[in-house]
């Protein structure tokens, strides 16, 4: 069984490389990179070298260092170098104003899930190493929260981060579902939903995915940086054009518990008493899975009289959340990645 090194062995390699790259003028060749840092010396193969070599490339360029590759000279048989320019590594002084700082302590509190709590901690933490007070008695009582509720948010987020291809299982407006496989370039935020932009891998075009409409585990191929992100992308445009145009249709009716859904009462168009425990509304709305993710939110104290296509969608919703609750630990560790 192998063993993976720890975390201090990792962090003082890649040390020991960002220093090896910014001490020379000119680009450093692998071997040359093998022989300067000492827990490349240690390694059993070539192939080990290599890969271990491959992902502190893509960690440090992750960290935001400025790992510039080009051809050494001619003797070497046009062999690629790598070094660091100083001059794009190195910061000038950074300094905020006091509303500014208070903009970034807000910032860091956004993100209350997992999956960018870490990202968000070592960003305030960076800006505090550079001599940046953060002066967290000028917010106090002001929580913002980004809401990442959709249950494929980690896994897409670390996919796009990674540049690695995804296949997920994805439910149309119309309420047929299809496996999709993407390249993901990007995740933006659109009326209050959460959306993953990329191209499409069968179907080779530019497509977007409603992170709500994900259904199941999204599975990620093995390989990292499998593909080039476009320079020119910008996820909210690509989202905004392929939002579809609003289509007159009924008012949808629900059944509300007295006491309960006052978000929903707010918006509907005509209020009625049905006895003392429940109240029947309509209002109007644009998308039947967006007002089922709503809807599903108040669990039994709303149900849905008509139309079809949000009662069934509801009800997906809720049986896929039990599912999510009541799955064992044998399913829970089920592998489900691509090959």
Excluded: C
């Amino acid at each position: 069984m192998s063993v993976q090194p720890s975390t201090a062995a990792k962090t003082e390699r890649l040390l020991n490389l960002v220093i090896a790259l910014l001490s020379t003028r000119r680009p450093l060749t692998k071997a040359q990179l093998r022989t300067a840092v000492p827990h490349y010396q240690q390694t059993a193969s070539d192939e080990a070298f290599d890969r271990m070599f491959e992902r502190d490339k893509d960690e440090l360029r992750d960290l935001g260092i400025p790992l510039a590759t080009q051809l050494v000279a001619a003797a070497y048989d046009d062999e690629v170098g790598y070094r660091i320019d100083r001059r794009e590594y190195a910061l000038p002084e950074i300094a905020f104003e006091p509303d500014e700082v208070a903009a970034l302590a807000l910032a860091g509190r956004a993100w209350n899930q997992a999956s960018l709590a870490s990202s968000a901690a070592a960003a305030l933490t960076k800006l505090a190493s550079a001599g940046v007070e953060l002066d967290e008695r000028s917010v106090v009582g002001i929580e913002p929260r980004v809401r990442t509720a959709e249950a494929a948010f980690a896994s897409v987020h670390a996919a796009v981060k990674a540049r690695r291809e995804i296949s997920f299982v994805y439910r149309k407006a119309n309420g047929t579902a299809d496996t999709r496989r993407l390249q993901p370039w990007g995740m933006t935020q659109w009326r209050g939903r959460w959306y993953v932009t990329g191209m499409d891998v069968d179907r080779q075009a530019e497509r977007v995915f409603r992170l709500g409409r994900i259904e199941g585990k999204v599975s990620m191929s093995a390989r990292v940086a499998a593909y080039e992100i476009p320079t020119d992308h910008v996820p909210r445009v690509l989202v905004a054009a392929s939002e579809p145009p609003v289509v007159d249709q009924p008012p949808a009716v629900l059944r509300i518990r007295r006491g309960a859904g006052n978000t929903l009462r707010r918006r509907a168009r005509t209020v009625g008493e049905v006895d003392d425990e429940w109240s029947q509304i309509d209002l109007d709305y644009r998308d039947p899975e967006g007002l089922a993710q709503e809807v599903a939110g108040f669990g039994p104290d709303v149900v849905v009289e008509a139309p079809d296509s949000v009662r069934d969608a509801v009800i997906r919703l809720l049986g896929a959340a039990r599912e999510r609750h009541t799955a064992t630990p044998a399913d829970a560790n089920a592998p489900g990645g691509m090959p």
